[in-house]
């Protein structure tokens, strides 16, 4: 048979990007060559777009890039073209109709069926076996699908349906796997990581149990936590992150807002007081972790009073990463059959630049403090002059970076001592301590 190339596209959110990479690896299983995220649609291949059906710009990203793919179709620079994940899975009756050109849709959870359709034969891999496209030092640890929260805003639980984790000891053959490929560096993620195991153990939370096991793997220098849910928080995992110096001390906590009117429109199950006790239980408990959280501005609600809320809010908890969007209304969720999104475009975009001009200003005076320690830094690559990594305060792809000038020859995948020696608003500077 003829060795087919299958250009890989993903889009949106490392969820995303594991499933994709799951894919690769069943295709070059059957015995294709696979190219993933190609800068260029490469003639004669067969594409797959990994889309995101989250929020209207990474719609209408995804619907782009379909429509460029179906147009070199036409041209006949490609083969064929088929579609995958969360935009699909969401209109999965509406899409087909709108652009018939698809050579096949899959959904969220039956993407596999593409093995079939484009290698002719069934998928022979392990359910976690994939490869990896983050570099060899870096991968990112899926845990559980789905979420039970339905927040008003939000659709994901009508994309990815119920809140499911994987069993312990599949997540835990995955990380040795990996591991024993040369993966240092493990970021944990799911749609709502305080849920993890509630649905095997009669309503646990085995996150702490999870993190134990992992931590004691060989070869796992670090361990990241993304997507916390601050309601039924599973405080378990701060003894955890205090007892094994692998596990980073690093915590990605969506609070959205503080408001208690918003988040009681939000339906967050959780009020203002409460979740500044959380915030400083974590901080007690584990001291120097560093918290990324995501705010919201202009959901229904929010006037002025909760905006001005929000703000102090900001100041007085001080997070270390922090990223703000503005309320976009989606189809089908509560709020939009609930709420008038009637808050203009100009005030949510205006509140947006107040509280990100904020969080700079916070971020700087945190980051000043850095200068003049030494930290564990992960080197990623490089970068004109300056070679490029992070510290266990640092995410792929969201958080900021560690320069280091190119005075000595430094090794991708590997830590170094840094002495930090300047900071900016985001990133730090320095240079490596012998």
Not at 178 to 189: D, M
Not at 213 to 237: D, K, S
Not at 267 to 291: A, D, M, Q, Y
Not at 401 to 420: A, D, E, P, T, W
């Amino acid at each position: 048979m003829q060795e087919k190339l299958v250009n890989i596209i993903s889009l949106g959110c490392s969820k995303n990007l594991v499933d994709s990479e799951r894919l690769i690896k069943m295709m070059e299983d059957a015995g294709h060559k696979v190219k993933h995220n190609p800068k260029s649609i490469k003639r004669g291949s067969d594409v797959v777009i990994n889309t995101c059906g989250f929020i209207g710009d990474a719609k209408e990203e995804s619907v782009n890039t379909i429509l460029d793919a179906v147009k070199y179709k036409r041209m006949g620079r490609i083969k064929s073209v088929y579609v995958m994940g969360c935009l699909s899975e969401r209109y999965r009756d509406a899409m087909p109709k709108l652009i018939p050109e698809v050579d096949g849709w899959y959904g969220k959870f039956d993407w596999s069926g593409l093995v079939s359709d484009l290698a002719h034969k069934s998928p022979g891999s392990a359910p976690y076996d994939r490869v990896i496209t983050t570099g060899p030092h870096t991968a990112y640890v899926k845990i559980a699908e789905g979420c039970n929260r339905f927040c008003s805003f939000c659709a994901i639980p009508l994309i990815t349906g119920r809140f499911h984790s994987r069993p312990i000891p599949e997540i835990l053959n995955e990380v040795e796997t990996l591991a024993a490929k040369g993966v240092k560096e493990f970021n944990i993620i799911a749609q709502d990581l305080s849920s993890y195991g509630t649905d095997l153990a009669q309503g646990e939370m085995l996150l702490p149990e999870l993190l134990e096991h992992m931590a004691q793997i060989p070869g796992v220098e670090w361990i990241r936590l993304h997507y916390a849910y601050p309601a039924q928080f599973p405080y378990g995992i701060l003894d955890v992150m205090n007892k094994y110096p692998n596990i980073c001390k690093y915590l990605d906590i969506a609070l959205q807002h503080c408001s208690d009117i918003v988040l009681n429109n939000m339906r967050r199950h959780i009020t203002g007081s409460e979740t500044e006790e959380l915030i400083r239980t974590i901080r007690k408990k584990v001291p120097g972790i560093h918290l990324r959280t995501t705010l919201m501005v202009g959901f229904p609600g929010e006037g002025d009073k909760e905006f001005n809320e929000l703000l102090k809010f900001t100041k007085r908890m001080k997070f270390e990463r922090m990223g703000a969007f503005a309320y976009c209304e989606e189809e089908d969720t509560f709020g939009a059959k609930n709420f008038k999104d009637d808050i203009p475009q100009d005030i949510k975009d205006k509140r947006l630049d107040k509280l990100m001009m904020l969080q700079s200003k916070i971020s700087a005076e945190i980051n000043s403090k850095k200068v003049g320690k030494t930290l564990k830094v992960l080197i990623d690559g490089s970068e004109n002059d300056y070679y490029v990594g992070r510290t266990e305060f640092d995410s792929p792809e969201v958080d900021p970076v560690v320069y280091i000038r190119k005075n000595k020859r430094l090794k991708k995948g590997y830590f170094y001592n840094v002495r930090i020696t300047e900071a900016s608003e985001y990133d730090l500077y320095g240079e490596i301590v012998e």
